[in-house]
């Protein structure tokens, strides 16, 4: 492609959604993407045993933003499928969030209604006014029996930190239900698309003004492009500028393995994500994607999930020691011209599926207010 007016590396939620915006105005796009494949984490494919998985594990689209909404409904029809999770703790099985069933099973009392729950949770939890970290924060809302079944050994297995190490913000997020609700999100629109995530990204990046290159690390080749507008990063911000400022210490990230596994079965388990809070086993969850869509096969796929260190970030560690870093590499990313840190490792912080669309849609409104995209109609 010719005559570049921007450039995005990465072909993930915000490289995607800044591709269609910019090429919506009559902007040229071109996308430089690391892997094989476009949709970044989001990406899936049909397997071995014909059913549809996703390779860096399950994503489940949940939004109380209309814009968000009403935005991916122009590139995918999508179901409602409103996620449930369920957790083996002391050979029980037990809803995620933590709700009445969960304290009634692994407490062997009955509690019935609200005001019974909330009075539960007000005579066991701990209370901090203003939680310091992940151990204050989950000790605040649901007490220290509570913690240690659910909480401590899970955070351990998912961030190699216990929550006492992370920001209180890491377990805050977390919901705790006074009532039966047993789904996992309570956001209004639940989702997933018809036909999978792939798909939905092949018609974000459809339009004729966007090109992309795969398999290819843009730090390889950065020479070769200068005469760009814009220039919108979305991958790890310390890679950014590792070469230019090799002082700066590096970020820690949290990477996942991915251990699949085909059963000779129907199902292998009842539920589409199973976890394991406990010490028992070193893997954190296990997802049967068959039951995504009510997908029909003679054979299942489980897929068991152990987070480590080494391999692609997926997660930043939010701690202050990292927070203070990252601070470092964005005082150096604001002294930059027409180069824009989009996304949850550029940005070092956790978003949400519809977060990072959002985030996405509102830096190109901010920065191009004064032009008028010409919107695709829904697929």
Request: glycine content about 4%.
């Given at each position: ?14 490289g995607?959604v ?10 040229k ?24 998985v ?22 995918s ?8 999770v369920?957790?083996?703790v ?21 509690i ?36 240690e079944?659910?909480f401590?050994?899970?955070?351990k297995?998912?961030?190699d ?45 459809s339009?004729?003004n966007i ?36 002082l ?29 809070p406990?010490?028992?086993?070193d893997?954190t ?7 995504f869509?009510?997908?029909i ?28 870093i990252?601070?470092?590499?964005k ?15 550029a ?6 599926m ?10 190109f ?8 995209p ?6």
């Amino acid at each position: 492609m010719k005559n570049i007016d921007i450039l995005i590396i990465g072909a993930g939620i915000s490289g995607a959604v800044l591709a269609e915006r910019y090429a919506s105005i009559g902007k040229k796009v071109l996308i430089i993407e690391k892997r094989n494949h476009i949709a970044g984490n989001c990406y899936d494919y049909i397997d071995q045993n014909q059913i549809l998985v996703s390779k860096y594990g399950a994503h489940l689209f949940h939004t109380n933003e209309e814009a968000v909404w009403e935005y991916v409904n122009r590139f995918s029809d999508w179901y409602l499928w409103e996620h449930k999770v369920i957790a083996r703790v002391d050979d029980k099985t037990v809803p995620i969030p933590v709700n009445i069933t969960t304290v009634n099973e692994l407490f062997d009392i009955n509690i019935s209604t609200e005001e019974e729950m909330q009075i539960w949770l007000e005579e066991n939890r701990t209370p901090i006014e203003k939680p310091a970290n992940g151990e204050e924060a989950v000790l605040n809302r649901v007490g220290s029996v509570l913690y240690e079944k659910m909480f401590k050994h899970y955070t351990k297995k998912q961030w190699d930190k216990y929550p006492a190490e992370l920001d209180a913000s890491v377990l805050e997020r977390i919901p705790v239900r006074n009532n039966y609700d047993d789904r996992y999100f309570s956001d209004i629109h639940q989702a997933l698309p018809k036909g999978g995530y792939t798909q939905l990204f092949e018609n974000i990046l459809s339009h004729p003004n966007i090109k992309v290159v795969l398999e290819t690390d843009y730090f390889d080749v950065k020479d070769d492009y200068k005469n760009y507008e814009k220039l919108f990063y979305t991958g790890p911000v310390d890679r950014f500028f590792e070469f230019k400022h090799s002082l700066l210490e590096k970020l820690e990230y949290r990477s996942i393995n991915f251990v699949s596994e085909t059963i000779d079965a129907e199902f292998y388990q009842e539920n589409s994500v199973v976890n394991y809070p406990g010490t028992e086993v070193d893997f954190t969850r296990i997802i049967e994607y068959k039951h995504f869509g009510n997908q029909i096969s003679e054979k299942t796929t489980v897929v068991k999930e152990f987070t480590v260190d080494e391999g692609e970030p997926y997660y930043p560690v939010p701690n202050p020691r990292n927070q203070e870093i990252y601070a470092r590499y964005k005082t150096e990313a604001d002294k930059l011209i027409d180069v824009h840190f989009v996304g949850r490792l550029a940005n070092y912080k956790y978003f949400n599926m519809d977060q990072a669309f959002k985030n996405a849609l509102d830096l190109f409104d901010k920065l191009e207010k004064n032009n008028q995209p010409l919107y695709k109609t829904a697929v």
